[in-house]
């Protein structure tokens, strides 16, 4: 069965880069037709969809941080990425990397980053 | 963005009560709407796709139906594990939204 697991620094200083990654397990990003994206979630409130990468690399991005996304696969590691740049007090949350075209049906167990000095 | 509303934001109830959620979305999505559960400090779990689809394993007391702009998810018989908080998601328009969520608590 395929599961997801985040990965990365917990704390980011503002104006830094956010950098996250996903392992994933028991299938592979590189073959097949599988859609992968970041969600995040500040504390106490909703979910926002980040963006997604397709098993080609082709990226669709949340028009509210296209300027400062990036994701991206490493094939050989079978994961996928995200760099979130320019980061202030309003990106600290806890990121979710998920599976799925239009559900997200596998989502990994969240990772909280905060951003702070 | 198609804009996610969700009512009400939080309801009080009962194991054995029936429970409905509406969901209703800022221009037509089709069927093109996911609900989901989220229990604290954990990552959320889909429910059913494609508005009235129930997910692999997720018990029969759950049930969502809908079209176009509005959406309702219900819960036949509440139970103690079913307290949680609950999302709706569109995927018919990029970027996806989801709704702000329902908190189902104890009366």
């Known amino acids: 069965q395929v599961q997801l697991h985040e990965s990365g620094p917990g704390l980011v200083k503002p104006s830094q880069t956010l950098s996250l990654t996903c392992t994933v397990s028991g299938a592979s990003i590189s073959s097949g037709s599988y859609y992968w994206s970041w969600i995040r979630q500040p504390a106490g409130e909703g979910l926002e969809w980040i963006g997604r990468i397709y098993t080609t690399g082709s990226t669709n991005y949340n028009p509210s941080l296209r300027s400062r996304v990036t994701i991206s696969l490493d094939t050989s590691k079978n994961q996928f990425s995200l760099k979130l740049s320019s980061v202030t007090a309003a990106d600290t949350a806890v990121y979710y990397c998920?599976?799925?075209?239009?559900?997200?049906?596998?989502w990994g167990q969240g990772t909280m980053v905060t951003v702070s000095s | 963005d198609i804009q996610m509303t969700q009512s009400p934001s939080s309801l009080s109830a009962s194991v054995g009560d029936r429970v409905t959620i509406t969901c209703q979305a800022s221009?037509?999505?089709?069927?093109?709407l996911n609900w989901y559960q989220q229990k604290p400090g954990k990552a959320p779990k889909l429910l059913i796709y494609?508005?009235?689809n129930l997910e692999t394993g997720v018990p029969s007391r759950f049930s969502g139906r809908g079209s176009g702009t509005d959406f309702t998810f219900s819960i036949s018989s509440l139970q103690p594990e079913d307290f949680a908080t609950y999302y709706c998601?569109?995927?018919?328009?990029?970027?996806?939204?989801f709704g702000p969520g329902t908190k189902v608590d104890f009366k």
């Open positions: 998920a599976h799925g075209w239009g559900a997200f049906d596998i």
């Open positions: 221009q037509d999505i089709n069927n093109h």
């Open positions: 998601q569109q995927y018919d328009n990029l970027p996806f939204t």
């Open positions: 494609d508005a009235y």
